[in-house]
C-alpha cells in the first residue's frame, strides 16, 4: 500500500487486526487516495464481531467484519465529493454517506450498486 498501514483499519478490540483487511479492497482504497488528491483519515475498517455489535446502529451483518469495507472521515462537502468521485472511478458499489463520513465498500453478497444516506 502506498498510502495506508494497516494498523490504520484495526478494530480498537484487537490491535493488529488491520491484517483482516482484504488486500484488493485496500488497493482500491490507495487508488481513491491517488484520485481524491487529499489525505484520508480511516475512521473504520476491520471490526471484530464484538466491537461491530456495540456500536450504535452498526448492522450485524457489516462488511467491516469481513475486511471489506472502511468509513473515511469527510466532514466537508467538498471532501465528501472528492472521496465519493474517486469511489466510483475505482469501481466501488458500495457507497454510504453520513455526516462526518464517507462508507466504502465491496462486499458481493450484499446490494449492489447502492448508494445511501446515514441519518
Known amino acids: 500500500m502506498k498510502y495506508f498501514i494497516l494498523s490504520e483499519f484495526s478494530s480498537p478490540d484487537v490491535p493488529g487486526s488491520g491484517a483482516n483487511?482484504?488486500?484488493h479492497f485496500l488497493g482500491l482504497l490507495d487508488r481513491m487516495r491517488e484520485e481524491a488528491g487529499i489525505p484520508f483519515h480511516i475512521d473504520s475498517?476491520?471490526?471484530?464481531?464484538?466491537?461491530?455489535?456495540a456500536l450504535r446502529g452498526a448492522t450485524p451483518n457489516s462488511a467491516h467484519t469481513r475486511g471489506l469495507a472502511a468509513d473515511i472521515a469527510a466532514p466537508t462537502g467538498r471532501e465528501k465529493w472528492l472521496i465519493v468521485d474517486a469511489a466510483i472511478k475505482a469501481g466501488i458499489p458500495r457507497i454510504g454517506i453520513g455526516k462526518t463520513f464517507v462508507h466504502v465498500d465491496i462486499d458481493g453478497t450484499l446490494p449492489s450498486p447502492s448508494i445511501w444516506l446515514y441519518s
Open 45 to 53: 475498517g476491520y471490526r471484530t464481531m464484538a466491537y461491530n455489535a
Open 21 to 23: 483487511m482484504d488486500a
